[in-house]
């Protein structure tokens, strides 16, 4: 299966100021630091999850095989039209084919607040620890956090 993004992706998904405002910072030096943070963030609950923060438009191409799209929440199924499908919004499944292209949108239209808090966090100890270990008396290495593991709720769970 090879997908592309065809439209979207654009827009940052949490908004500057909600990320100044969480941190308390002030002024504007560090806004260029604080964009690439929250599209890794984006990024790691997208690759976490297979699920789509804001809309985007998708293109996935099958090849002899189970026509099960690979992004979540789905929209809508752009192309094909008419075509039977399995599908409870998280997961999309195009029955009685194998091969072909599937157009379709997925993401939130409304992004969760659990998920914006997440990231909140998730950027506040990214801008705080820009290293992966705490350097005191004792050094340790940062494990899954309890911030990551609300993440696991948003998993897609497949048929």
Same mark, same amino acid.
């Given at each position: 299966? &090879? ?10 998904f949490?908004?500057?100021?909600? #990320?100044?405002?969480? !941190? ?10 604080? +964009? ?19 809309p985007? +438009?998708f +293109? #996935? ?6 026509m ?6 789905v929209i809508?199924?752009? +192309?094909p039209? $008419?075509?039977s499908? !399995?599908w409870?919004?998280q997961? #999309?499944?195009? !029955? ?6 599937v157009?379709?949108r ?6 969760p ?8 966090? &998730? ?5 705080? $620890?820009?290293e $992966?270990? #705490? ?7 940062? &494990? ?7 993440l696991d ?7």
């Open positions: 299966m &090879k997908l592309e993004i065809l439209e979207g992706g654009d827009a940052l949490l908004a500057l100021d909600e #990320a100044k405002s969480w !941190l308390r910072v002030i002024g504007d030096e560090e806004n260029e630091l604080l +964009k690439s943070l929250i599209l890794a963030a984006e990024q790691f609950f997208e690759n976490h999850t297979d699920r789509v923060l804001t985007k +438009k +293109k #996935a191409t099958f090849l002899n095989e189970v099960l799209l690979p992004r979540s929440p809508e199924i752009i +192309k039209k $008419n075509v499908v !399995l409870d919004h997961t #999309a499944q195009i !029955l009685g084919a194998s091969s072909g292209e157009e379709f997925a993401g939130y239209e409304t992004i607040q659990i998920i914006k808090i997440w990231a909140l966090n &998730k950027i506040a100890s990214w801008y705080e $620890n820009r $992966n270990v #705490a350097v005191g008396t004792i050094v340790s290495e940062f &494990k899954k956090s309890h911030i990551d593991v609300v709720q948003f998993k897609v769970r497949r048929f």
